[in-house]
């Protein structure tokens, strides 16, 4: 997840950025204060911009997604219009200029290396001394009169108020949790009601971060294709079908952890995800050994093997969730992983000697 001067440069995990803030596509034009040409940004997403959303969502040049760090303009703003602040992940960036047609608005982009505003506030990019720096490389008091910064809520974690004030005499608020709520937020005089304080993750926004899931997940196909060869030897008759009743379970297990369980997230029992995962995993390994009707021992075997598989996927979810702080995610990943190794390879022990045993 991530969002993103005219006046600084910006560098993104790709690498800098190339030219200024007035090459990039959504400037059309620009806005005159201080004495200086400040980029005017497009409210309306092109198709360009839909589909390098999508392909970020597939997890295709999404470091290198980021826009130039600085001040960008709404509409025709003034001294007194209101100051958005967000990341320069251009995938934030773009879910909030798209929110404000028909409003006059000033929008602060800070260098969070092309993260999204979350995300960052928790690295620290999205922090008190990157929102300072910005604001003075920017001339933002010279801008603007009313002295008020609008953060998003989800970026609190990472800026002390107090602080700002003091360093630059700016007045922090944040406001809603998601952009879609900015026009009403700011209609309303910067108030929020409890629906804009409400952090979801319902089914839309998990099965958004299941396809960068799935990609990372697919390099496993040349093992589980490696060892679904190896599991069916000898090259003798029913080897294709020895080879599919291993490979079908394990294939199925990365299905099952990168879109099955976000879609089923909030109804696994346990809090920590590796033992959701787990219980799916459970699942789909006995489901699936029935419906290639394996024996019990191979059951045993294929339900311990694909149990770890999904448990390790599924923890992957931990950074895109709500659900989980990053001190909680880590403390899980040391936590699970041995058990899961332990799983594994007592699931292929079971297997080689099922085998052995022509179960």
Not at 15 to 40: H, N, W, Y
Not at 165 to 175: E, L, M, P, Q
Request: charge should be positive; hydrophobic fraction near 50%; proline fraction near 5%.
């Amino acid at each position: 997840m991530r969002q993103e001067t005219s006046c600084g440069c910006g560098v993104g995990p790709g690498g800098p950025l190339k030219g200024t803030a007035f090459d990039q596509e959504f400037v059309e034009g620009s806005v005159a204060a201080d004495g200086i040409r400040i980029p005017a940004v497009s409210t309306r997403l092109t198709r360009r911009d839909i589909l390098g959303g999508r392909k970020v969502r597939w997890d295709m040049g999404r470091m290198g997604y980021s826009v130039r760090p600085g001040l960008y303009a709404v509409g025709k703003p003034g001294s007194g219009s209101p100051v958005l602040v967000t990341a320069n992940y251009k995938l934030s960036f773009d879910a909030l200029r798209k929110e404000l047609a028909g409003i006059d608005a000033w929008i602060l982009v800070l260098d969070t290396k092309g993260i999204n505003v979350w995300c960052a506030a928790g690295k620290g990019t999205f922090g008190t001394e990157e929102l300072l720096h910005r604001i003075a490389a920017v001339g933002l008091d010279g801008v603007v009169s009313h002295g008020t910064l609008i953060l998003p809520q989800l970026g609190a974690s990472g800026v002390s108020a107090p602080e700002v004030k003091k360093g630059s005499g700016f007045r922090v608020v944040y406001g809603p949790v998601r952009a879609a709520d900015v026009p009403a937020f700011l209609a309303a005089g910067m108030k929020k009601d409890d629906a804009m304080r409400k952090v979801r993750f319902d089914l839309a926004d998990r099965m958004a971060v299941a396809p960068v899931e799935l990609r990372h997940a697919l390099p496993y196909l040349l093992a589980f294709l490696a060892a679904s060869g190896l599991a069916a030897v000898p090259f003798s008759a029913g080897y294709a079908w020895r080879f599919f009743s291993v490979f079908f379970p394990l294939f199925g297990s990365l299905l099952v952890g990168t879109m099955v369980f976000p879609a089923l997230l909030p109804y696994l029992p346990f809090q920590a995800f590796c033992l959701k995962g787990a219980v799916l995993g459970i699942l789909w390994g006995i489901g699936s050994s029935l419906a290639m009707g394996l024996g019990a021992l191979q059951t045993a075997a294929v339900t311990l093997a694909v149990m770890p598989v999904v448990a390790y996927i599924a923890m992957n979810f931990t950074g895109a969730s709500t659900y989980t702080c990053q001190t909680g995610a880590e403390l899980e990943v040391r936590r699970g992983l041995i058990p899961m190794a332990a799983s594994l390879v007592l699931g292929i022990g079971l297997f080689v000697a099922s085998r052995a045993m022509g179960a």
